[in-house]
């Protein structure tokens, strides 16, 4: 489990770094409403999911749902970290999982905060 880097988007306009993805990663929730988990799918075949671990219940009692992502063969997605997606272990981060046919040697991703 790797756990990504938060990036500053910046007035000048430099775009964020990408770098590959594991089945498991970790990032930062930020405030969440300003941070992104940006993920570019190069394989031109297989569509990819990325699904986020959400911690907890809901007031039924039963356990939250996962959110899951479908990001199309040659695709990107900008997904929002949303806070109810925080681990609540203190580090403030969340786990995502990426999965798909094909492996992800062609998928990159950048987590990217606003502001």
């Known amino acids: 489990m790797a756990a990504l880097s938060t990036q500053n988007l910046v007035d000048a ?3 964020p770094t990408f770098g590959a993805v594991s089945a498991a990663d970790t ?7 300003n941070t992104f988990y ?5 394989d031109g075949v297989n569509a990819k999911t990325v699904t986020i671990t ?6 039924y009692g ?4 996962d959110p899951a992502i479908t990001v199309p063969a040659s695709g990107e997605r ?11 272990d203190g580090t403030g981060r969340c786990d995502i999982a990426v999965t798909g046919t094909g492996g992800l ?3 990159t991703a950048a987590v ?3 502001g």
């Open 13 to 15: 306009g430099t775009p």
């Open 27 to 33: 990032a930062e929730v930020g405030n969440g409403r």
């Open 38 to 42: 940006v993920i570019k799918n190069g």
């Open 54 to 59: 959400v911690s907890g219940t809901n007031s």
């Open 62 to 65: 039963q356990p939250n749902p």
């Open 78 to 88: 900008w997904i929002p970290l949303r806070k109810e997606y925080d681990k609540a």
């Open 105 to 107: 040697g062609s998928v």
């Open 112 to 114: 990217v905060r606003l």
